[in-house]
């Protein structure tokens, strides 16, 4: 089973700053790679896809880029809407697997 | 619009079995993956299984023996009978479309309790 790491598991950052997320495979993954964002009380929400593909309606100020075993979700200028826990996920091999996920929150 | 619909969690004694149903519109179920992710409480995302277009069916280890996905082509719908229940197993159910699931369901509860 590939084992993805996310770190920090907690990052506080402050409204207009940038946030980075990491991600990283225990086995190469290619860019069979996905990125969701996790409200309270809300379904995950799509991303990022083949690693740095944006998904439909996602704003600009999200990206992604990685490959391999090491990935990065950025988030150029916080929104306060942006807080929100964000997960990761391989889908290069079965079984298809999830990050442990990472809680951005207010500074 | 694509929507998907989650539907049959409830309080299951364990041993006990349930089965989910995930009711689709604005796609067809025989032309699509189809995932099931779980979200224990206070936890993370865990992936549980998927049925590929061609009918080809995969599970985490964790329900494997335990659960089976299924669709229904006429009725787009994808199920996933869950037998053998556990205490964690105690989870929200969503279902998906795709191998990245670019849309989701709202998911329904699964509790499993004595």
């Known amino acids: 089973e590939i084992v993805m790491t996310q770190s920090p598991a907690t990052l506080s950052v402050s409204p207009g700053e940038r946030a980075t997320l990491s991600c990283r495979a225990s086995?190469?993954?290619?860019?069979?790679l996905a990125w969701y964002q996790q409200k309270p009380g809300q379904a995950p929400r799509l991303l990022i896809y083949g690693a740095s593909t944006r998904a439909t309606g996602i704003p600009a100020r999200f990206s992604g880029s990685g490959s391999g075993t090491e990935f990065t979700l950025t988030i150029s200028s916080l929104q306060s809407e942006d807080f929100a826990d964000y997960y990761c996920q391989q889908y290069s091999d079965w079984p298809l697997t999830f990050g442990g996920g990472a809680k951005v929150d207010i500074k | 619009e694509v929507q998907l619909v989650e539907s049959g969690g409830g309080l299951v004694q364990p041993g006990g079995s349930l089965r989910l149903s995930c009711a689709v519109s604005?796609?067809?179920?025989?032309?699509?993956?189809v995932t099931w992710v779980r979200q224990a409480p206070g936890k993370g995302l865990e992936w549980v299984s998927v049925?590929?277009?061609?009918?080809?069916?995969y599970y985490a280890d964790s329900v494997k023996g335990r659960f089976t996905i299924s669709r229904d082509n006429s009725k787009n719908t994808v199920d996933l009978q869950v037998k053998i229940l556990r205490i964690e197993d105690t989870a929200i159910y969503y279902c998906?479309?795709?191998?990245?699931?670019?849309?989701w369901g709202q998911g329904t509860l699964v509790t499993v309790s004595s």
């Open positions: 086995q190469n993954v290619r860019v069979n």
């Open positions: 049925i590929y277009p061609g009918g080809n069916t």
């Open positions: 604005g796609f067809t179920v025989s032309n699509n993956y």
């Open positions: 998906a479309r795709g191998l990245w699931n670019e849309y």
